[in-house]
């Protein structure tokens, strides 16, 4: 069953403190819903980790709600440009 693209993807730099020091990591995040104002999205693993007729609902718990515009100004949790979720 092949997925559908329905978005732009998502990308988000997370920082993490490990003992060898200070590691920042690109994460990507798919599209998974959308409505007029909104795209609802997932991280990559999780969107490759469900499938099945039971999908939408077991992706329901990990999706995070991101507006279309405004992308440019204020933070927001995913970025659809890199350069703009690093400079975040």
Same mark, same amino acid.
């Not at 730099?13 to 200070?22: A, F, Q, S, T």
């Not at 507006?67 to 949790?77: A, I, P, S, T, Y």
């Given at each position: ?13 997370? !920082?993490?403190? !490990? ?7 690109? /994460?990507? @995040? ?9 795209? @609802? ?18 992706? /329901?718990? @990990? &999706? /995070? &709600?991101?507006? /279309? =515009?405004?992308?440019?100004?204020? &933070?927001?949790?995913?970025?659809? =440009? ?7």
């Amino acid at each position: 069953m092949e997925k559908i693209k329905l978005g732009p993807d998502h990308y988000r730099y997370v !920082d993490e403190l !490990d003992p060898k020091g200070l590691e920042v990591t690109c /994460k990507k @995040y798919v599209v998974i819903g959308e409505t007029d104002q909104c795209w @609802y999205i997932v991280d990559e693993f999780h969107n490759n980790l469900f499938g099945g007729s039971q999908r939408e609902s077991l992706l /329901k718990q @990990y &999706r /995070k &709600r991101v507006l /279309k =515009d405004g992308g440019e100004h204020g &933070r927001r949790f995913a970025y659809t =440009d890199k350069s703009l979720a690093l400079r975040s």
